[in-house]
């Protein structure tokens, strides 16, 4: 409750100057909005129907794009971190393909997506991928070898050691590895909606508020929506964490 009202006095104190500087004249309204006149054009966006339709476009394919890197990363981890030759095998070709920038496949998604939904998600699954994976392949790493030969002397079965001794350790990890995939493809993917000209969209709505002779209240008020949404996945996923899984601390690499 104290950490709450700390945070909640430093974002007040953080929009009270930020109201000062806007009225004060130092840089023009027009391009610097104070953050009533920003809050005034958002609760008249959140009246509109295609801004809302645009939100919910955004919401539905990072949703879409989180299950995918869970449904393709956490299996993939257990499957590498469990086999130790199979992951030497593909070891170079993941580090090549890991530090590739997502934005640089936009090229690329365009030729190919030709404006669909489908080429975002793309470059929100690639990008939040390599979180979830690493996080699942050293936590496997870090599962106490006692444990396996104690299950090994006891000839537990493979599925049992998997379900009974492996899942238990790795999930916290993959929940962290999750929050962090969860963070990276939301700003991908607004980024991409941006950047691609997609139909739909928080980043579109902010990229066509952008243009012309330009709104910044309305930048603002899409990215303010943009910051909130991602400090509620962040907040709510913790939340779950610390509520869930009680047996083990949060663990992961980024």
């Known amino acids: 409750m104290r950490n709450t009202l700390r945070a909640l006095i430093g974002v007040a104190v953080f929009l009270v100057i930020c109201e000062i500087v806007g009225r004060s004249g130092l840089a023009p309204q027009q391009y610097l909005p104070p953050p009533s006149t920003v809050l005034q054009e958002l609760v008249r966006m959140l009246g509109e129907q295609d801004f809302l339709r645009d939100v919910v476009a955004t919401v539905l394919a990072w949703l879409i ?3 995918l890197c869970a449904v393709i990363a956490v299996p993939a981890g257990l499957l590498l971190g469990s086999v130790p030759l199979l992951r030497t095998a593909v070891t170079a070709l ?5 530090p ?5 496949l936009i090229p690329l998604v365009v030729v190919v997506a030709a404006g669909s939904p489908a080429g975002k998600i793309f470059l929100a699954v690639y990008a939040g991928l390599w979180p979830l994976l690493f996080n699942t392949i050293y936590a496997i790493g870090e599962i106490d070898d006692q444990l396996l030969e104690s299950a090994r002397a006891f000839r ?3 599925t049992q050691v998997l379900l009974r001794v492996k899942l238990p350790n790795v999930i916290p990890f993959v929940f962290t590895g999750l929050r962090l995939s969860a963070s990276t493809a939301l700003i991908v993917l607004i ?8 139909n739909g969209g928080i980043g579109h709505y902010i990229y066509l508020a952008s243009s012309g002779a330009g709104r910044m209240d309305q930048v603002l008020a899409g990215t303010l929506i943009a910051g ?3 400090y509620l996945i962040n907040a709510g996923m913790a939340g779950a964490q610390r509520k869930w ?3 083990a601390p949060a663990g992961g690499t980024s």
């Open 245 to 247: 899984i009680t047996w």
């Open 100 to 104: 590739v920038p997502s934005v640089a």
């Open 228 to 230: 909130v949404f991602g």
């Open 65 to 67: 794009a989180l299950c």
């Open 191 to 198: 980024s991409a909606e941006m950047l691609m000209g997609s």
């Open 156 to 158: 537990i079965s493979r």
């Open 94 to 98: 993941i580090e090549f393909l890991r």
